[in-house]
């Protein structure tokens, strides 16, 4: 146990990195913050370092494979992305997930910016029972904080595979999966397709839907009627309409 | 078309009252920002008075039933509720919807409590074609700002109706129209439950559900299934996933 006065600290600087992607990619690590993720962080096993306020009793269990330091005030004002900080820490290794996508149902992220977005897809998979995620070029850091805080945990639990959408559509389709790409054009209802037990399910840029070519490698084009003088759903709600639909078949 | 130059007007403060629960039931009046709410707001005809920044165009279709004021920064400094302000501002009346219910599909809100999570289901249950939306008491204010931003105009297109659900519930049973109570226990899962042309349904509060004596008059209790790792779901999709359901018959 080590105890870290000075947000000047050499230690805090590293700490700090782990908030920018770049600082990210560098350490293969990642900082995360609150109880309930460091607990599901725990379960992972993924947790390196402990950094928790002097006043707080580190459980048994969390302190197996991690260093454990306590800060100061000074040190939490800088590492908390949260408002009401409890002041309770953890460095995180990244885990790559198996590029190998087996059978089974996959949610694609084609360039989402919305942080809170992409984590609640994430979590919304999960629950959903979805195999994995897959993150395309472009879509949002999911080691950002605001993701990781929407995911809930789900991040621990799910594999999610970071490469080019191309790739995992062939490795889908080389498995005979079918593979359906969200789009207002030349789309057909959401509910006249049935669910499967393994698909690929592509959720577009919030703006701009899914890239036209990613879109044309698609075996289905799918859309979620807007009946009411709505003119959108949210982002993940859509999704998460979508998720449920396809898993449906249990 | 007058200037107010200066945030200590006495116009400027009968706005700002607008920005808090108490300051909106006393004047039957809300404040609402920015260009696409405001566009929304104008075609439901509820715009009273304009405030817009010197250097904006209003639109003539605005201004037919509307008075127009101009601001200077102090001013929109004191209104704005988001950080990128645009600075264009409207003041709306509250229009009651009628507390009739009629035969349809109703979103039920019990003591929610999150204004992105209210606006955002107001919206869906908009897109999924429900005739309306009746607010218990202990929800959220609907004409909170970010209620209102989250609706995305919705809330100006479809009726919203403040009572007690007990009443809400009753004015349905009379009708013959079932009404499904969302729970975790001995409730059955949603897709086991046909889509209906005419429903209640029920969301409950974040964190403790549906309460139990409203929950003990529903003819149905439904719960979606969590199938992989993930402990809940976010309550917007959640609410998503179950009025694009009961709604899928047309």
Same mark, same amino acid.
């Given at each position: 146990?080590?105890?870290?006065?000075?947000?000047? $600290?050499?230690?805090?600087?590293?700490?700090?990195?782990?908030?920018?992607?770049? +600082?990210? =990619?560098?350490? $293969?690590?990642?900082?995360?913050?609150?109880?309930?993720?460091?607990? &599901?962080?725990?379960?992972?096993?993924?947790?390196?370092? =402990?950094?928790?306020?002097?006043?707080?009793?580190?459980? +048994?269990?969390?302190?197996?494979?991690?260093?454990? /330091?306590?800060?100061?005030?000074?040190?939490?004002?800088?590492?908390?992305?949260?408002?009401?900080?409890?002041?309770? /820490?953890?460095?995180? &290794?990244?885990?790559? @997930?198996? %590029?190998?996508?087996?059978?089974?149902?996959?949610?694609?992220?084609?360039?989402?910016?919305?942080?809170? $977005?992409?984590?609640?897809?994430?979590?919304?998979?999960?629950?959903? +029972?979805?195999?994995?995620?897959?993150?395309?070029?472009?879509?949002?850091?999911?080691? $950002?904080?605001?993701?990781?805080?929407?995911?809930?945990?789900?991040?621990?639990?799910?594999?999610?595979?970071?490469?080019?959408?191309?790739? @995992?559509?062939?490795?889908?389709?080389?498995?005979?999966? !079918?593979?359906?790409?969200?789009?207002?054009?030349? %789309?057909?209802?959401?509910?006249?397709?049935?669910?499967?037990?393994?698909?690929?399910?592509?959720? +577009?840029?919030? !703006?701009?839907?899914?890239?036209?070519?990613?879109?044309?490698?698609?075996?289905?084009?799918?859309?979620?009627?807007?009946?009411?003088?709505?003119?959108?759903?949210?982002?993940?709600? @859509? @999704?998460?309409?979508?998720?449920?639909?396809?898993?449906?078949?249990?």
């Amino acid at each position: 146990m080590k105890h870290i006065a000075s947000a000047k $600290n050499e230690i805090v600087k590293q700490w700090k990195k782990l908030l920018t992607k770049k +600082g990210r =990619l560098q350490t $293969n690590r990642f900082l995360i913050e609150g109880e309930h993720l460091i607990e &599901e962080a725990v379960r992972a096993g993924i947790v390196k370092e =402990l950094i928790v306020r002097e006043s707080y009793q580190v459980p +048994g269990s969390w302190k197996r494979n991690a260093d454990v /330091f306590t800060i100061d005030d000074a040190v939490i004002k800088v590492l908390a992305e949260t408002e009401t900080s409890q002041g309770i /820490f953890a460095v995180c &290794e990244m885990k790559q @997930a198996s %590029a190998q996508l087996e059978r089974g149902r996959y949610l694609l992220l084609d360039r989402l910016q919305d942080p809170g $977005n992409v984590g609640t897809m994430i979590r919304t998979a999960d629950a959903a +029972g979805f195999d994995g995620v897959v993150v395309g070029p472009g879509t949002v850091d999911v080691y $950002n904080g605001k993701v990781i805080r929407a995911t809930q945990g789900s991040l621990f639990h799910l594999p999610v595979i970071s490469m080019p959408l191309e790739e @995992a559509v062939n490795a889908l389709h080389e498995q005979g999966i !079918a593979v359906i790409g969200t789009a207002l054009e030349g %789309a057909t209802s959401y509910q006249t397709i049935a669910p499967m037990d393994a698909l690929g399910l592509i959720i +577009g840029n919030e !703006a701009q839907g899914v890239a036209p070519e990613l879109l044309s490698y698609c075996d289905e084009r799918a859309y979620i009627p807007i009946r009411g003088k709505a003119e959108s759903l949210n982002a993940a709600v @859509a @999704a998460g309409i979508l998720l449920y639909h396809f898993a449906s078949v249990d």
